[in-house]
């Protein structure tokens, strides 16, 4: 497919139950877990390091996902790693971070290079993640820059694994209708 691109000898891999937009774009080095769903005109870009998606991950319209490349003024580079029920947000920007499992990246936020968010967080649309900032569990964050607003309760946190389960159904609505193929 068109869409699902290899680069430099590299061809993104997808666990069982993937769905991938037809109007998506994966390339490179990108690993996609199991029920996974990428929604219309998101990218995700492992040309220069890698990309480590979890399980039941929901990439939501317009995302962009990148990593930060090697080099003498950073000499590791940055992947992007997500966990597992990670739920982002329309037109969300992670670059070249590492998220926790059980997290909710709201619509239109940005999450910098080498930023740490830890499981079970909230990151408010809109929210500025700045570069090397950690996020601790537990808790919302808004503003831009963020900053910590309060501990979160105990129904947000059940909130993760039910929108987790809840893009995992609707993306077996798309694969039922047969249109569009899945990978895995």
């Known amino acids: 497919m068109a869409n699902v691109r290899s680069h430099k000898g590299t061809t993104p891999q997808f666990g069982a139950r993937t769905w991938v937009d037809p109007s998506a774009v994966v390339i490179g080095d990108v ?8 929604w219309p005109m998101t990218v995700i870009r492992g040309d220069m390091h890698q990309i480590r998606v979890g399980n039941r991950c ?6 962009v996902l ?10 590791g580079g940055w992947p992007l790693i ?3 029920d990670v739920t982002v947000g329309h037109k969300a920007l ?8 059980r997290v ?6 940005t999450i910098m290079d080498g930023a740490v968010v830890e499981d079970e967080v909230i990151v408010a649309a809109g929210c500025l993640v700045p570069p090397g900032k950690r996020l601790a569990s537990g808790y ?11 501990a979160l309760t105990e129904k947000e946190r059940s909130f993760f694994k039910y929108t987790a389960a809840n893009y995992v159904k609707l993306k077996d609505e798309y694969l039922a209708d047969g249109e569009t193929p899945s990978f895995g």
Do not use: F, W
């Open 140 to 150: 919302l964050y808004v503003g831009s820059p963020c900053k910590q607003a309060r």
């Open 94 to 101: 992670l670059h070249g971070c590492t998220i926790g499992s």
């Open 82 to 84: 997500l966990g597992d």
């Open 66 to 75: 990148h990593i930060t490349h090697a080099s003498d003024y950073n000499p």
């Open 31 to 38: 690993v996609l877990g199991d029920d996974c769903s990428v």
């Open 104 to 109: 909710l990246v709201g619509m239109a936020a």
């Open 58 to 63: 929901s990439l939501q319209d317009g995302s």
